[in-house]
């Protein structure tokens, strides 16, 4: 075990899955604690395990507490049974879940992922506005979670993504652009954001079979949603302007030759606009969103395609070519 390794600390009120966390930790050579309760989590540091069986607070809605502080790794042990637990635990700002009882092999595999780095205080300006889920969204998905439902997976889906292409919906693209926007700024690791659209309005068939081509270009860890009629937004963490470049005109040649087309009968040509952040000038989340969506329309003027660089609202200068 290395001097310098982080402490687990595992939030359960449950004795045998405290005891499995004991074995697995001594396994694994890990330093590890257990507290019985959620008192002063938000305070805690180094990785933190929360069992999502919690008796004096949600886990999700502590989870969510515990990213926006930016403090801890964390991840949420749930029990077999519960297919909806790593997608909630991912939506809250979780690394990933962990099943109880714990095994060693597990816990090894996670403590094995890389660690994000260590915030420099410079790197936190502009970076501590609290994460911001929709209201109703969040209500709806915690009551959910202490309803016993038949199907919580399904009734996730229905909370989280557009009925039409099954991708993510709008309150949740804002959702996690505040979260990546705020881990990029405090990492100095760069967030592009691409907006793609097209004109008029497309069938369910066709919206499905770009939606297909979305998926199939993209990585696990970007973030795919319907931000409106015919636009859509990704988020695409550690990625810069080219790697953006490459990405979208990807998936604009790949809708091409699906020869896709709209209600209208017209062929559905995509506009792909992207804008990076941090250290272009744009501010805020919603700077960066309006810069991906202002590439967009030149693009689209332009007659399709995918323009990047340009300048944010407050940076004088000519786009990059």
């Given at each position: 075990m290395s001097p310098a390794a982080p402490r687990l600390t595992f939030l359960t009120a449950d004795d045998d899955a405290a005891a499995s966390l004991q074995a697995a930790a001594r396994e694994a050579d890990f330093p590890a604690e257990r507290r019985r309760t959620a008192e002063g989590a938000e305070r805690l540091e180094g990785i933190v395990l929360l069992d999502d069986r919690l008796p004096d607070r949600n886990a999700y809605e502590l989870c969510r507490a515990l990213a926006s502080k930016g403090r801890a790794r964390i991840l949420v042990g749930h029990r077999d049974g519960d297919p909806s637990a790593p997608s909630i635990a991912r939506f809250c700002g979780a690394e990933g879940t962990?099943?109880?009882?714990?095994?060693?092999?597990?816990?090894?595999?996670?403590?094995?992922?890389?660690?994000?780095?260590?915030?420099?205080?410079?790197?936190?300006?502009?970076?501590?506005?609290?994460?911001?889920?929709?209201?109703?969204?969040?209500?709806?998905?915690?009551?959910?979670?202490?309803?016993?439902?038949?199907?919580?997976?399904?009734?996730?889906?229905?909370f989280l993504c557009d009925p039409e292409t099954k991708l993510f919906n709008a309150p949740y693209l804002l959702f996690k652009l505040d979260e990546e926007f705020k881990r990029a700024q405090r990492f100095k690791m760069p967030l592009s954001c691409v907006v793609l659209g097209f004109d008029g309005e497309a069938s369910a068939d066709a919206l499905l079979d770009l939606a297909s081509v979305f998926l199939l270009e993209s990585r696990d860890v970007d973030v795919l949603g319907r931000f409106d009629l015919n636009r859509f937004v990704f988020l695409l963490p550690?990625?810069?302007?080219?790697g953006a470049r490459k990405m979208g005109t990807r998936i604009a040649e790949a809708a091409r030759k699906k020869e896709l087309r709209d209600l209208a009968g017209d062929p559905l040509a995509l506009s792909v606009g992207i804008a990076v952040a941090p250290g272009t000038g744009f501010e805020t989340r919603d700077d960066l969103l309006r810069g991906a969506q202002a590439a967009c329309e030149k693009a689209r003027e332009g007659g399709g395609g995918v323009v990047a660089g340009l300048p944010s609202p407050g940076t004088k200068g000519k786009a990059r070519r």
């Open positions: 962990l099943r109880i009882p714990l095994e060693a092999r597990e816990l090894k595999a996670a403590l094995a992922r890389p660690k994000a780095p260590t915030v420099p205080p410079e790197a936190k300006r502009g970076g501590e506005r609290a994460m911001t889920l929709p209201p109703a969204l969040a209500e709806r998905m915690l009551q959910e979670r202490g309803a016993e439902a038949a199907d919580p997976s399904s009734a996730l889906v229905e550690n990625t810069g302007e080219e």
